[in-house]
């Protein structure tokens, strides 16, 4: 039996575990809000729990965000079920998105809140984790592919 769209399915499994291996670590190592300077000054590991969405925006209001990633995560299910085969760019980037999806859903949904623990100082960025990460990897992808499929026409 062959899958459809097997990479999808594995990029969603890598992304989701690497996500909640990094979390657990950060957890079990580092007191809340303690720092570790990588470069310090630049780049550091601190624990933090966010309780909204990226950036922090809409802070304390998790429990329509756990149902957000939810349904997030369902749709993204369902579309690989049903959908064509996907070309290797759209494969990826949904699959980092599911992933990510994923795990800050776990986390909100166990936790009641996000673990967050990139820290880039220098340009002063919200503390973020790697399913963050993996959303944003997956749009560039999903962009990629889009310019992939629909060239721009050329002009004379």
Known sequence: MRWKNRFFWITA??????DQLT???????FNLKETLPLIPGVFHFTY??????????????VEWLRWLSLLVSLAL??????APNLNFWERLGYGCILGGA?????????????VDFLDFRLINFPVFNLADVFIN????????????????????
């Open 13 to 18: 499994f890598v992304t989701f575990f690497l």
């Open 23 to 29: 979390k657990y670590l950060v957890v079990k190592t």
């Open 48 to 61: 933090v729990r966010n309780t909204g969405a990226a950036f922090s925006l809409f802070s304390g209001q």
């Open 77 to 82: 299910i369902a579309f690989a079920c049903f």
């Open 102 to 114: 994923m795990g800050n859903g776990i986390d909100r949904f166990v936790l009641g809140y996000v």
């Open 137 to 156: 990897i997956g749009i560039v992808s999903l962009l990629i592919a889009n310019f992939k499929q629909n060239p721009a026409t050329h002009r004379d």
